[in-house]
Structure formats: C-alpha cells, structure tokens
C-alpha cells in the first residue's frame, strides 16, 4: 500500500505543471484574423484593453460544449459588463464562424485562429485540448485564470470580482 502511495504522489508532482502569468512571445505574435478581414496580433488584441480584465473565449461554431456555454458566458458579461470579451473561434470556414456569432448573439470582439486548433503558436502555448478554452486576464496583463474549459468555473467568476 505505501507503493501506492507514494507512486500516487510522484505521478501528481510529475503531471504538475505551473499556471504561466503571461504569455510567450510566439503566442503575443500570432496573427489573428477580424471580422473585416484584418490582420492582427494577439499582443495588439491585449494592449486594446490595457488596464482592463479580459475575457478570453476559444471556441468554434460546430462545438456542442461552446454553444451550451453560451447562456452562462452571456450572464457573466450582463454581470461583469466592463470587463472586455474576447473571442477566438478556431473555425476553418469563415461564413460559419461569422453566422454563429450573429446566431447566438456573442458579444465582444471577435477574431479567428486561422490555423484552428491543433495548430500555432497560441494553441501550442495554452497546450489546448478542448474547447471552450477560457482564460482570464488581468488589468496589468497577467493571466490569472489559464485554460479552464468551464466558463461558470467559480476561477472565473473570482478572478472577474477581484479589483
């Protein structure tokens, strides 16, 4: 039994892997697409909303999980109405990535992750496996809330209360 035990606890210190505060050069680098077609870098999206918390949704139009979590994420925005929503859907078709934002009515900034979601240098650096992928940052930048796939996460909601 202390085998097991003690195989437990090294199999948990091994699987630890510490919350990064900011994000890597790469991921500040990669190119994101607008609405209008624009290009720009996730570093860019970040300084628009310097001094304020941001809301960070990966998402696609096609996942069942992100569109059930739609009616939650709508109630933390009427909730927390001066922290900045932003979206980054992972779509490969632009017409279905910009329907669904006028379906569900997703209110924010919108941008695509035109290599969708197993590929580039944000989704390698949030190592992302699922989506939604939420992330919160704070006013001066730092993430404080890193790859949570529930958007009702109490995480969330404390790290959006504290000023």
């Known amino acids: 039994m202390?085998?097991?035990?003690?195989?437990?606890?090294?199999?948990?210190?091994?699987?630890?892997?510490?919350?990064?505060?900011?994000?890597?050069?790469?991921?500040?680098?990669?190119?994101?697409?607008?609405?209008?077609?624009?290009?720009?870098?996730?570093?860019?999206?970040?300084?628009?909303?310097?001094?304020?918390?941001?809301?960070?949704?990966?998402?696609?139009?096609?996942?069942?999980?992100?569109?059930?979590?739609?009616?939650?994420?709508?109630?933390?925005?009427?909730?927390?109405?001066?922290?900045?929503?932003?979206?980054?859907s992972t779509d490969f078709s632009k017409p279905s990535w910009k329907r669904a934002i006028q379906k569900y009515q997703l209110r924010g900034e919108h941008y695509n992750l035109p290599k969708g979601m197993n590929d580039g240098d944000f989704i390698d650096f949030i190592n992302l496996s699922w989506i939604p992928t939420y992330m919160v940052i704070n006013e001066d930048g730092t993430i404080a809330v890193f790859n949570e796939t529930d958007c009702s996460a109490k995480e969330i909601r404390n790290a959006l209360e504290k000023n």
């Open 2 to 88: 202390k085998k097991v035990v003690v195989l437990f606890c090294i199999l948990m210190i091994g699987c630890y892997k510490e919350q990064p505060v900011s994000f890597s050069e790469a991921a500040n680098l990669e190119m994101l697409i607008g609405l209008d077609n624009s290009k720009i870098t996730l570093r860019e999206v970040l300084l628009k909303h310097k001094g304020k918390k941001i809301l960070i949704d990966v998402w696609a139009s096609w996942c069942k999980d992100c569109i059930v979590g739609f009616p939650d994420l709508a109630a933390l925005q009427n909730e927390f109405p001066d922290v900045a929503y932003v979206f980054l």
